[in-house]
C-alpha cells in the first residue's frame, strides 16, 4: 500500500487550526500568532509535508524562484556572494537559478529573456554595466529585480533601481591612502573594467587621495584589466619592467591581486619587503596563510542575503514599493602583503 501524502488538512488536523490558518504559516503570512506558527511548522516537518510548488504556483502566480546573474565564477567573489543568496533564498522558502554571462551583454539578455520565460518571480544581478541596455525594459515592465555590488550610471534610471552596494569611493581612497600613509608615492593601479561601476568608483577614490595629498597622477601607472586575473599578471609584469618602478600596487579586487602577486614573485622580488600590495573584497583565498593579503572587505554573504529580502519584500508587495538603495561601509583588513607590520605597528593606521 502506498503511503498517502500529508496535505494541509492533516496538519490543521494535527494542529488544532483551521487550514487558512496552516496556509499563512507555511507561506509565512501575518495574522497568525508566532506561537500557532511555529506548532504548525513543526507539526508540518514532523509529517514531513513537501508542498506542492507547482499548484501553489498556479494559485499565487508564482514560482518562489529567483534568478542571479553573475559574471563567472572564476572569481571567487561570486561563490561567496552566491552563498548568502542561496541561504536566504532557501530560508524564505524560495529556490535560484544561477547563470554566468562571462562578461557578455548579449548573454545577459538571453538568460533574461529565459528566465522570464520559466516564471522566475524576480532577479538579482551582479552582472550589469553602467549603461547596461538590458535593464531599462525590466524597469518599463516594473518587473522586479536588484543589482548587487554594481550599479547603473544612468541619472534617469538609478533612481528607479534597487541596490545593495559597497561606498567604493571611499574603498578605493582607503586603500590609496592605506598605502601612502606606508611611505609609498609610486604606486601602481591595476583597474577593473571601466565600463563598470565598482571599477570607476574605486578609481575615483584612488584619484581623490592622490589629489588630496598633493600628487599627481601619473596614467602610466594604472593599466585597466577588466578584473582578469591573468591580465593583471601581465600588467604588473610591465610595471615592474619600468625604470622608474611603482614601489605598490593596488589592485581593484583580490582576484587581480592574486595575479599581480604571482608576477612580482615570478620577478624575483618579495612581498612586502620589495613590493607592497593591496587588494579589494577580502575574498576567502586572500586570507590563507602565505598569501595574506591586505584588502578593503566588504561583506559579500550579508549583501547577497539582504538583496534577497529587499527583492521577496518586493514581490510580495505586489505593486511599485520605495526604491531601496543601501550603500555599506568598507573596511581595512591588514594582512602581510602590504609590509605594515614590518614597521612594528600593531594594529591600524
Known amino acids: ?28 503570512r501575518p495574522r497568525i500568532s508566532p506561537e500557532t506558527r511555529k506548532r504548525i ?9 513537501q508542498p506542492n510548488f507547482f499548484a501553489r504556483s498556479l494559485v499565487m502566480k508564482r514560482s518562489h524562484t529567483l534568478g542571479v546573474i553573475i559574471t563567472t565564477i572564476m572569481n571567487p567573489f561570486y561563490p561567496e556572494l552566491a552563498k548568502g543568496i542561496e541561504d536566504k533564498a532557501l530560508e524564505l ?14 548573454l545577459e539578455k538571453y538568460y533574461i529573456n529565459m528566465l522570464r520565460s520559466k516564471g522566475v518571480d524576480g532577479i538579482i544581478f551582479t552582472s550589469v554595466e553602467v549603461d ?9 515592465d516594473h518587473f522586479p529585480f536588484i543589482l548587487v555590488n554594481r550599479r547603473i550610471h544612468n541619472r534617469f534610471l538609478d533612481r528607479k533601481v534597487d541596490c545593495i552596494v559597497l561606498d567604493n569611493i571611499s574603498g578605493g581612497y582607503m586603500a590609496m591612502e592605506h598605502l601612502y600613509k606606508l611611505g609609498h608615492r609610486q604606486i601602481g593601479i591595476i583597474a577593473g573594467g571601466l565600463n563598470i561601476s565598482t571599477a570607476i568608483e574605486r578609481t575615483e577614490g584612488a584619484k581623490k587621495l592622490l ?13 585597466e584589466c577588466h578584473f582578469s586575473k591573468d591580465l593583471a599578471y601581465h600588467a604588473t609584469k610591465k610595471f615592474l619592467s619600468m625604470k622608474h618602478r611603482p614601489t605598490a600596487i593596488f589592485a581593484e579586487n583580490d582576484y587581480m591581486a592574486l595575479g599581480s602577486r604571482e ?4 620577478t624575483g622580488l618579495k612581498i612586502p619587503e620589495e613590493m607592497a600590495l593591496v587588494g579589494f573584497d577580502d575574498i576567502i583565498t586572500a586570507a590563507l596563510r602565505g598569501i595574506e593579503i591586505t584588502t578593503i572587505s566588504q561583506k559579500k554573504y550579508e549583501m547577497g542575503s539582504l538583496a534577497v529580502k529587499v527583492l521577496i519584500d518586493k514581490i510580495r508587495n505586489g505593486k511599485p514599493s520605495r526604491v531601496n538603495q543601501t550603500i555599506l561601509e568598507p573596511e581595512l583588513i591588514i594582512r602581510n602583503s602590504c609590509g605594515y607590520r614590518l614597521y612594528g605597528y600593531s594594529k591600524k593606521a
Open 1 to 28: 500500500m502506498v503511503n498517502k501524502k500529508p496535505t494541509i488538512k492533516d496538519i490543521a488536523r494535527a494542529a488544532k487550526v483551521s487550514p487558512t490558518a496552516v496556509s499563512m504559516a507555511l507561506n509565512d
Open 41 to 49: 511548522l513543526r507539526i508540518a516537518k514532523e509529517l514531513n509535508y
Open 93 to 106: 522558502g524560495y529556490n535560484i537559478i544561477l547563470c554566468s554571462t562571462n562578461y557578455d551583454l548579449k
Open 263 to 266: 608576477a612580482i614573485l615570478d
Open 211 to 223: 589629489k588630496d595629498y598633493g600628487l599627481k597622477f601619473d596614467p602610466n601607472l594604472m593599466i
Open 132 to 140: 547596461d541596455p538590458n535593464i531599462k525594459p525590466l524597469v518599463d
